[in-house]
C-alpha cells in the first residue's frame, strides 16, 4: 500500500471566498495529493485544509498553496479570533499509512526550507519537527502573535529555523512541523468569551500559570465568541486524544459550565478526526448509559448526539472521519473483501500464488465468527430469552468485533504473500544487490508468517466465548454455532499449513522454533475447543 501523510495548513483568511477557493485549488491540483477538508472560520477569520498524498506530494501542495497564499493575503490588514503570526500560519504533518514520524519530519524540514528560499519569509520548526526543546509546542512559538513579530525576530534566541530573521509585512512567518493527529474540537456555550476563556482557563494543561496547570493532559485551550453563530465557545486543540479523549474534554467542560450555571450547547469538530476517537467516546456513553451497540454506523451517530457534533451545521461522518476519506479517495477496486462472493471464489481459483490458502483461512475465520454473532443476536432481545440478555451482551461483541478483524486478514494474508513475491524480483548482480534481497525476501517470509498465526491468535480468543453461547443459545441455531465452530477450527488448520510451509524457508532458527510451537499449540487447541463446543450443543436438549 501507498505510503500517506496528511497535511493540514492553516491559512490566515477566513472570509474571503475567492481566495479560499484559490488556495483549495493550488492543493487539489497538485499532482498525488487529495483535498479531504476545507474548513473556513469567518470570527477566526482562518481556513484550515486537509489533503493527503505520498510524502512527496504532500510538500509540493503545501508549496503550491503557500505560493498563492503569497500573492492573495495581506497579514497586515489581518485581524480574526484565532492567535495567528503568518498568512500560512502553520503547516504540520501527519503520519497516517504506511509512514513514520521520522518521514514526517524530514517533510516539514523540506517544506521549510523550501518555502524560506521561495518566498523570502521566516519559518519555524516545531513539533517532532524541532531542533530545540524550547520551539516544540506551537503557543511557545507563537506567543505575541504577529503583531510581535518584528521585536521578536530581531532577538539571537528567536533566529527562525529557515529564512532570514526579517519582518516580512505582508507574510508575517510560518510554523510547520510533524505530530501525531490533533483535534481541532470547540464547545458551544451560551455566555460571554470571558466566561468561556475562564473554563479554557481550568481545562487546558497550561493552566492559568506553571502555578496553576490546568486538568487535562495534552489539551490547549481558549475561550472566544463567534459573532456569526451569537455564541461563545471553548476552543480546544487536542494533542493526544488516546490520552484525554474527546469526550473527557466535552465532559470537563460541561462540569465547569455547570458550576457556573452556564448552558452547553453542543460541540464542533473542526477539519477531520480519527475513527478510533468517536468510537472510543461511543464506548463511554455506552458504558455510562448500559446502552447496548454493535454497528460502528450507530455507535458514531450516538456520539454525534451526546457531543451535539450537529448542533452549528449538519455533521456527516463520511466527510469528516478521516478513515472514510482515505478509502474514498483511494484508487483501485478495495482489495479482496470488497469484491462479491462469486469473484472473490473465482479470485482464489484463478492461475495466481495469491489469493490462496491464507486468504481462505481468515475468510472462514470471519464467517464463524460471524455465525458466533448471529446465534448471539437470535439470542438476545426476545421475551423468551430476557433471561440470557445479559450474557449475549457481553458475548455478542466478542463476535462482532472478530468478524471485523479476521476480514481485513483476508487482504493482509495476500499482502503478505505478495511482499515475498516483490523481494524475488529485485536485483542480484553485484554481492550488495544479493544481500539485499535475500534480506527483503527473508522478511517477507516472517511477514508471511506472521499473519497467519496472528489469524490463529484471533481465533484463539473466541473459545471461551464460543462455550458459553453453546451453554446458554437459542437451540434453533445448534447447527449455525456447529458449523461456527468447525469454520474456526478450519481456520487454524489452514493457518497452522500456511505457517509451517513459509517456515521452511526461514533462516532465523529462533523465529523458527518459536512460531512453530505457538501455531502447533493453537492448532490444538482449535481442535479441542472445537470438539468442547459439539459435544456441549449434544448434551443440551431441546
Known amino acids: 500500500m501507498a505510503k500517506l501523510v496528511e497535511c493540514v495548513p492553516n491559512f490566515s483568511e477566513g472570509n474571503n471566498k475567492e481566495v479560499i477557493d484559490a488556495l483549495a485549488q493550488a492543493i487539489s491540483r497538485t499532482p498525488g495529493c487529495v483535498l479531504l477538508d476545507v474548513d473556513a472560520g469567518a470570527s477566526t477569520n482562518r481556513t484550515v485544509y486537509t489533503f493527503v498524498g505520498t510524502p512527496e506530494a504532500v510538500v509540493e501542495g503545501a508549496l503550491s498553496a503557500a505560493r ?68 516544540k509546542a506551537l503557543p511557545t512559538i507563537r506567543a505575541g502573535e504577529y503583531e510581535a513579530l518584528p521585536k521578536k525576530l530581531a532577538k539571537p534566541e528567536w533566529a527562525p529555523d529557515f529564512g532570514p530573521p526579517t519582518f516580512v509585512s505582508r507574510w508575517g512567518a ?44 495534552k489539551v490547549q485551550g481558549i475561550g472566544w465568541y463567534l ?25 470537563e467542560v460541561c462540569r465547569d459550565a455547570k458550576a457556573l450555571n452556564l448552558p452547553v450547547v453542543g460541540s464542533q469538530l473542526v477539519g477531520l478526526i480519527p475513527k478510533k476517537a468517536l468510537l472510543d467516546a461511543a464506548e463511554f456513553y455506552m458504558k455510562k448509559e448500559n446502552l447496548f451497540i454493535l454497528e460502528e454506523e450507530q455507535k458514531i451517530r450516538l456520539v454525534v448526539s451526546r457531543l451535539g457534533l450537529d448542533s452549528l451545521a449538519p455533521f456527516h461522518p463520511r466527510e469528516r472521519i478521516i478513515e472514510y476519506l482515505v478509502q474514498a479517495g483511494e484508487a483501485g477496486d478495495g482489495g479482496l473483501v470488497a469484491k462479491p462472493l462469486g469473484a472473490f471464489v473465482r479470485a482464489v481459483g484463478g492461475r495466481s500464488a495469491a489469493p490462496g490458502g491464507g486468504s481462505v483461512s481468515a475468510a472462514a475465520g470471519a464467517l464463524g465468527a460471524a455465525l458466533g454473532c448471529m446465534v448471539g443476536l437470535m439470542s438476545y432481545g426476545k421475551r423468551q430469552f ?24 483476508v487482504d493482509a494474508d495476500s499482502r503478505a504473500f505478495s511482499s515475498y513475491m516483490e ?42 466465548a464460543l462455550k458459553e453461547l453453546a451453554r446458554h443459545c437459542n437451540l434453533a441455531c445448534k447447527s449455525d454455532i456447529q458449523v461456527g465452530a468447525k469454520m474456526l477450527e478450519a481456520a487454524v488448520f489452514g493457518a497452522y499449513f500456511n505457517v509451517m510451509i513459509n517456515l521452511k524457508d526461514i533462516t532465523d532458527e529462533e523465529f523458527k522454533l518459536a512460531m512453530s510451537q505457538k501455531v502447533s499449540g493453537l492448532l490444538e487447541e482449535a481442535k479441542q475447543g472445537s470438539a468442547l463446543v459439539l459435544v456441549l450443543l449434544e448434551k443440551r436438549v431441546a
Request: proline residues 6%.
Open 423 to 464: 523481494a524475488l524480483k529485485l536485483p542480484k548482480s553485484t554481492p550488495e544487490e544479493q544481500e539485499r534481497r535475500t534480506a527483503a525476501m527473508q522478511e517477507g517470509l516472517k511477514t508471511a508468517v506472521r499473519v497467519p498465526c496472528a489469524l490463529a491468535e484471533k481465533v484463539s480468543g473466541l473459545w471461551p
Open 174 to 217: 510560518t510554523v510547520t512541523g510533524a505530530r501525531t493527529f490533533l483535534i481541532a474540537y470547540n464547545i458551544n456555550l451560551l455566555c460571554t468569551k470571558e466566561l468561556a476563556h475562564r473554563i479554557a482557563l481550568n481545562i487546558r494543561e497550561q493552566g492559568c500559570s506553571t502555578d496553576q496547570p490546568g486538568r487535562l493532559k
Open 386 to 409: 430476557e433471561a440470557l440478555d445479559p450474557i449475549m451482551r457481553k458475548l455478542i461483541p466478542t463476535f462482532h468485533q472478530a468478524m471485523d478483524e479476521l476480514v481485513v486478514m
Open 68 to 135: 498563492v497564499a503569497g500573492q492573495l493575503i495581506d497579514m497586515s490588514r489581518h485581524k480574526g479570533e484565532h492567535p495567528r503570526m503568518g498568512a500560512l500560519d502553520v503547516c504540520p504533518f501527519v503520519p497516517v499509512m504506511n509512514v513514520s514520524m521520522e518521514e514526517c519530519i524530514t517533510c516539514a524540514h523540506a517544506f521549510g526550507q523550501r518555502l524560506a528560499a521561495e518566498l523570502g519569509v521566516p519559518v519555524y520548526l516545531y513539533g517532532e519537527a524541532a531542533r530545540e526543546e524550547s520551539r
Open 227 to 251: 459573532e456569526e453563530e451569537n455564541i461563545a465557545q471553548v476552543s480546544t486543540n487536542l494533542l493526544d486524544f488516546e490520552t484525554t479523549p474527546l469526550h473527557a474534554v466535552y465532559e
